[in-house]
């Protein structure tokens, strides 16, 4: 838990750094948000079923994604998201 909030101020601070031209609170909200859902979804959605195939096969590999992988997931979205959204022009006359 405590990782993934690093993680999150990481990503804040990065996006926050990266606004080119935009207001950086604003994009470092959106860093976050991306941050934050793909982060939910994962949880919700898929972790669940991760966590029970490590819970009856006591694979250390298997709990060690259970416990970490929302936050590699997560974070590979916003940079895909940044990479993406971030280099796009903002000055459209």
Do not use: Q
């Not at 470092?28 to 959605?45: C, D, Q």
């Amino acid at each position: 838990m405590i990782i993934g909030s690093v993680a999150a101020i990481l990503v804040i601070v990065w996006f926050y750094n990266t606004a080119n031209g935009r207001n950086p609170v604003h994009w470092a909200m959106a860093g976050f948000l991306v941050y934050f859902i793909v982060s939910l979804l994962w949880t919700v959605a898929i972790n669940p079923s991760i966590k029970d195939a490590a819970m009856h096969s006591r694979d250390t590999m298997l709990m060690w994604v259970a416990r970490y992988a929302y936050i590699i997931v997560s974070v590979a979205c916003a940079v895909v998201f940044n990479l993406k959204v971030g280099n796009k022009s903002t000055d459209e006359d």
